[in-house]
């Protein structure tokens, strides 16, 4: 884990303590034993260290999803979002490449620390720039009938606008896979019943509740689709974080780059969009 990884950890503690207003003893109890915990999530890579970083914040806070009511309104207001880009996107010639723009481009929506957005500017503002990676060509040409599509979903409000870029490959045979139990603002079972994935395609959660794929944590139900399926599409900075030292070309990234450090070890700049492939990725490096 880098250091600025640590320290957007800490923020999210603070962040999280302040919204809770637990008592002073349960602060100590909480940033103690995240200090007591340090040099051994230091050592961990960044998505199991987050992993262990929220279940505190849900021991000592006694929350199961504390940022259910975040989850909730970002998936009100893209609903109610959506409707017009469903109109923009009829009158577009090449509606399947605008709407993978479009879910990307709703990656923005993100309750991390020093994070902040707004869904309806800073969504349409994503939407129209230049992918600074673009490999849809590639994508799109892997996506024929029956092809099997597993869909790795990220954030609550974003699957709104994934469930409409799924409408436009409906021909293939999706599977979309969200988090098992509530971390962060990612998408669960719950968020993705708002959002109507079901109409679209499978939906199944991966059996775990870190804000990422990690495969030898996932559900052998989510294995079973991961291992059968002929293309894969992860969405966002925790999921590429999962995912990305694997050398599979079935995996295509999907991502708002949110910080430094994931758009540096991908060599774009930070809040750039991008859509690229696994055999892009530089595994030499270290995130």
Request: hydrophobic letters at 40%; a neutral charge; glycine letters at 4%.
């Amino acid at each position: 884990m880098q250091t600025d990884c640590f320290f957007c950890h800490l923020r999210t503690l603070e962040k999280q303590i302040k919204k809770f207003a637990p008592p002073e003893e349960v602060r100590k109890q909480l940033v103690g034993e995240f200090i007591d915990k340090y040099t051994g999530l230091q050592k961990q890579y960044n998505p199991y260290a987050a992993a262990a970083i929220h279940a505190m914040i849900r021991k000592y806070l006694k929350v199961e999803d504390p940022y259910e009511l975040e989850k909730a309104e970002s998936n009100r207001k893209a609903i109610e979002i959506v409707k017009e880009w469903r109109k923009i996107l009829d009158q577009t010639s090449n509606k399947a490449y605008e709407a993978i723009k479009l879910a990307l481009a709703a990656n923005i929506i993100d309750f991390g620390p020093g994070h902040k957005f707004d869904i309806a500017i800073d969504i349409g503002k994503l939407q129209k720039q230049e992918l600074a990676i673009d490999d849809s060509s590639s994508l799109f040409t892997s996506i024929k009938n029956k092809t099997k599509v597993l869909y790795l979903a990220d954030n609550a409000g974003e699957i709104v606008f994934d469930k409409l870029f799924l409408e436009q490959i409906a021909y293939a045979d999706i599977t979309v896979a969200v988090r098992g139990f509530p971390v962060i603002n990612d998408a669960t079972m719950k968020d993705a019943n708002i959002a109507g994935l079901q109409d679209v395609a499978k939906v199944i959660h991966n059996g775990n509740d870190a804000p990422s794929t990690l495969l030898d944590r996932c559900s052998a139900e989510f294995m079973n689709e991961y291992r059968e399926a002929d293309v894969i599409i992860a969405k966002g900075q925790g999921n590429f974080e999962g995912l990305m030292f694997d050398k599979d070309p079935r995996i295509y990234f999907a991502l708002v780059a949110k910080c430094e450090v994931i758009a540096n070890f991908i060599g774009i700049e930070k809040n750039q969009t991008a859509l690229l492939n696994s055999r892009r990725v530089d595994k030499t490096k270290k995130a």
